[in-house]
Nanobody, 122 residues
Framework: QVQLVESGGGLVQPGGSLRLSCAAS????????MNWYRQAPGKERELVAT????????NYADSVKGRFTISRDNAKNTQYLQMNSLKPEDTAVYYCNTVIIATISGKKYDYWGQGTQVTVSS
């Protein structure tokens, strides 16, 4: 089965840094783009960052550009999110995600990790 397991969350002061990891298994990791989402209480889930299958291209939400960096190590089936200059508004549960669309049927399949809590507070 496809599994995505996040780790690395915790409590950090404003201006601090955290590095999140997502360990993937059950599929050919190197063939698929990967995403990080986050969701704060009372707010919709937000796409934070995306990385292509090879790691050659990345995209970020405007709110995190210049502060967050997404990366991946296909040999280790792992993707990362380096978060610097953290702000209280970054507080959320962060989720690892990938999407597969079946060529014949056109059906969309979403896979999610369990999430890891990031709290930015003094």
């Amino acid at each position: 089965q496809v599994q995505l397991v996040e780790s690395g969350g915790g409590l950090v002061q404003p201006g601090g840094s955290l590095r999140l990891s997502c360990a993937a298994s059950g599929f050919t990791f190197s063939k698929y783009a990967m995403n990080w989402y986050r969701q704060a209480p009372g707010k919709e889930r937000e796409l934070v960052a995306t990385i292509t299958s090879t790691g050659g291209s990345t995209n970020y939400a405007d709110s995190v550009k210049g502060r967050f960096t997404i990366s991946r190590d296909n040999a280790k089936n792992t993707q990362y999110l380096q978060m610097n200059s953290l702000k209280p508004e970054d507080t959320a549960v962060y989720y690892c995600n990938t999407v597969i669309i079946a060529t014949i049927s056109g059906k969309k399949y979403d896979y999610w990790g369990q999430g890891t809590q990031v709290t930015v507070s003094s």
